[in-house]
């Protein structure tokens, strides 16, 4: 009344209705301040469990303090230790560098040589099979037509020699007309042809 200047009546309805409300926003306070208390308390034991981890940690960490210092000292000798070995390592390291050098170069020589013996294969291998088709052109008459010869070509020669040497057969050892010993094969060559066993 002094507020708003008008009268206010309460009806029963409306008495009512404010205990109702009261009623209401009282239980929900109470809801309210009992799910804080809950909070609280649960807030509270582990509090307390957490002080007991750590009491037990507190205790564990005394205990392991001579072995923390015991491996700390060691973990030193063997950082000095590492530390000696990583420089002979670093010495070994430039050995093996200057090896494998060598060893590279040694394998670029062995790959030209064998790149060279490729190369030569190559070209041995058609002379090779041709000489292997013209000897299946060879007949007996070719052979009695080389024993004949006196003079032989160079060629016949060189072809003879070589059979000597592949079925080392040792050549006769002979002197030119200055005196000088030579190895002649033609002789030899002659015999080989002459003995049917061989042939």
């Excluded at 007991?52 to 005394?62: G, I, K, P, R």
């Excluded at 093996?96 to 062995?110: G, K, P, S, T, Y």
Aim: aromatic share 4%; charged share 30%; with cysteine.
């Amino acid at each position: 009344m002094a507020k708003l200047g008008r009268q206010n009546y309460v009806t029963p309805t409306s008495y009512l209705e404010l205990f109702l409300t009261f009623k209401s926003l009282l239980s929900q306070k109470k809801k309210e301040i009992e799910e804080k208390r809950h909070r609280y308390l649960a807030g509270l034991d582990k509090l307390q469990f957490a002080a007991a981890q750590v009491s037990v940690m507190q205790d564990e960490l005394q205990a392991l303090q001579p072995k923390l210092i015991e491996t700390s000292a060691a973990t030193e000798k063997l950082m000095i230790k590492i530390e000696r070995d990583t420089v002979d390592v670093e010495a070994t390291k430039e050995v093996v560098a200057a090896d494998e050098a060598l060893a590279n170069e040694a394998a670029a020589a062995a790959q030209a040589i064998k790149d060279d013996c490729e190369n030569d294969l190559a070209e041995a291998i058609p002379a090779l099979e041709a000489a292997l088709q013209a000897l299946d052109t060879l007949k007996p008459s070719d052979i009695t037509i080389v024993k004949t010869m006196k003079n032989p070509p160079a060629g016949v020669k060189m072809v003879l020699e070589s059979i000597c040497v592949m079925k080392q057969i040792k050549p006769e050892k002979k002197s030119d007309k200055d005196g000088r010993p030579y190895e002649d094969y033609w002789a030899a060559s002659m015999k080989m042809l002459g003995d049917m066993k061989v042939n």
